[in-house]
Structures are given as structure tokens and as C-alpha cells.
């Protein structure tokens, strides 16, 4: 099981004092894990994997055996998401209650941490009077088909797993599969925009400034997306702050795939109602996703340039075959399920579900990236947030 993360209150984002022996090593490992754990959270859906009431795991102690409330726990569970994913990539949509921001059981830079992931928009904090981040966290569920990663899931009909310490670390373990909605709902097709000036969730684009003490920006990211507006009697609101939102336009919804290989996540893509992606060796579109490195010598002479098209229409996925070899899709109604296997040929039409994938070549699937089936066969997952936590426990007086 993992040691327990008593640390020291100040955190280590400031300098380190000289009085506590080995202390400056310890510190300095918080801040990196930290850098670690925020490069694995947003408020984008379509690149999250799960969603999560923060509040509810910091407070989780049995996890790592540590003090009350500990913020390292997010990365515990992000470590636990990544694996259960298959995708070292991966992040968390965290929601969090603004009284988690004055919580004493927290240290003073944690709270100071979680108050700046806010500003960024990286963390959905909820306002005062409002429902609460549990509350909150299964609606964002509900809407984007997101699952929902907490032990107080009971009568959400989605998809849940509830995150549990073992002698191997922090697992994920389910709680109810599905069924899930094939693709986000209607209120995410359009652009939604606050009335509070600076809001971090529904504000102008470009508006954020960036973090002088974090890493520096990634200029190929891709920008990211909105977060789901919070539906109060039917109608739109901004969750931060209350106010009913303003409809500027139509914004074409997404769903994120991933190209698994030997079922580890070998690349996302996110298929839109505006644009169809193809998938192929090496397709010419300049959207197309190249599968051509994971493929070995027979691969590719088996899978065309342009192979397959995805696309989206209202809710429902479908994929296009476009090859000389034709694909296969494996159709599932949960992660344990033995694939019921449908050829597809040149020129035919399928529509999938949320647990159906499309086999182009032995060992290479494409299907929801928020849906893990089948075992992993390939190398085991790297890209622990947590490689750099302490190992130790500091419990001062």
C-alpha cells in the first residue's frame, strides 16, 4: 500500500528552511508532483477520462494512510484513472465546494493550489448556496457520459467506479456499467458565455493569464474546451457564479476517440458533428489520424492510406469503411463482454454504441476514449504523476 503523505504544512512551494533535516528534498518533491497532478486536470471533457467530487478524495485517508485531507490523493486517483485507461495521457475533470478553499485540514498551500487551478479554470469550484461539487460532478457525468469516480455513486444510472487502496496501490473498481449516452448532450452543441467579467469557465477565449510558478505553455496543445453549463430548472447557468449564461452560437459537439494497440491508448482524436476524421496508414486529409507506426510489416500492407471514417450525427457514432481489406467491428455491451465480431467491408455503414470498437488490424481498435474494454496485452502504462512523491512521512508536532 502506498506510504502514508503526512507532509510538512507549508507544502513545499516555498523556499526550504535549514532546521529540519532532509527537509528541502521532501518539499521539492511536493511541488513537482503538484505540477505533475495539474498537468492532469481540466475542465475539458473531451479530455478527461472521469469526473470527480475533489473534496470527497482528498478526505479519502485509507487511500495512502496519511493525514484527514491531502491533496496528493488527486494524483493517486489520476494515477489509478490512467491505469484502469490504459492511457498515460489521461486527466480528470475535478469539481470541487468553495469551502474546500478554507478547509484547515488542508495546508495553507494546498488551498493556495487549489484556489490558482480555479483561476485557470483547471478546477470547476462551485459557488456558495448552490448544489454541491457531488451534486455537480454527477450532472457534468450525465451530460458528457463521463464516468463518475466516487464511493457515493448510488443511484447514478451511468457508468461509476469508486477509487480503493490495495497492496499494489490505489485501483479503480466498478460500481454500474452504463448504459451510457452515445454522444454529449444538446447543451453542449452550443456557446455559452458568463456575465461575470474574468469568468474562468464561461469567459472570452485567450482571457487567462499564464502561471509564472507552473511549466511552460505547450504551444501544440489544442485549446481546450468549454465545461458543461449547469442546468438549473432547464435553463443554462454558470456553476461558478450563478448567473444564467448567454447563448452567443452553435459549437459542433464532440466525442474523443483513442487508437489503442494491444489495448494500451496509442493516440486521442476527437471526432466532431462538423468534421469526419479518417483513419487510416497514413490518410492525406488534414485531420486524418496515421496509424502507420504501431503498425508491423504485415499491418501495413494491410491497412489502407485512408481505411476508415468516423462521424458524428446528433447521437449517434458511426464509422465508414473506405479500405481494400475491410475492418471488423467488435460489438460489446459492457467491458466484460466477449466481442461479438461483424465484418464491415468497403463502402458499409455501422453505428457504435459506447463499449463497440472497430478492429482495423490484429491488435489495433478504435472506440470511446472513455471506455476501457478487453485486457491489455502491451507494455504496462508509464506517466505516473506520482513518480515523484516522497516516499517518506514527516509528521511535525
Known sequence: MTRPLDIDPSGGMIGPRINWPGE??????????????????????????????????VRRADLDGG????????????????KHMADPRVAI???????????TDLTANERMVIRRWSDDGKVEVVRNGGPTAALRAREIAALTGLPLISRNSTGFPGLSYAPAPTPNGVVLIPQMIGPGPAAPAAVLGRQWRCPEPGCASFGPPGQRNSDPFGPPPDEDAE?????????????????????????????????TLAARVDGMVWHRFQVTEAEPVPVGRAPEEHNGVGLGLALDDRGLRWVSRSHLRFELRGHTLQVIDTSTNGSTVLL?????????RAPLNRGEV????????????????????DR??????????TGSVMAEAPTQSIRLA
Request: proline content about 13%; overall charge negative.
Open 24 to 57: 528541502q528534498i521532501v518539499r521539492f518533491g511536493i511541488s513537482h508532483v503538484l505540477d505533475a497532478i495539474e498537468r492532469r486536470i481540466s475542465t475539458d471533457p473531451t479530455a478527461a477520462g472521469g469526473v470527480t467530487d475533489l473534496g470527497e478524495v
Open 67 to 82: 493525514r484527514p485531507a491531502h491533496l496528493l490523493r488527486l494524483g493517486l486517483v489520476i494515477d489509478a484513472l490512467s
Open 332 to 340: 460489446r455491451t459492457g467491458p466484460a463482454d466477449a466481442p461479438r
Open 223 to 255: 485549446p481546450a474546451g468549454p465545461p458543461p453549463p449547469q442546468l438549473l430548472n432547464g435553463r443554462p447557468h454558470c456553476p461558478r457564479h450563478g448567473a444564467p449564461l448567454t447563448d452567443i452560437g452553435p459549437r459542433p459537439r464532440a466525442v
Open 350 to 369: 455501422a453505428p457504435l454504441t459506447e463499449w463497440d470498437t472497430v478492429e482495423l488490424y490484429e491488435g489495433v481498435e478504435l472506440g470511446r476514449a
Open 372 to 381: 476501457a474494454s478487453g485486457p491489455v496485452t502491451g507494455a504496462p502504462s
Open 93 to 103: 475533470y475535478a469539481v470541487a465546494d468553495r469551502a474546500l478553499l478554507s478547509d
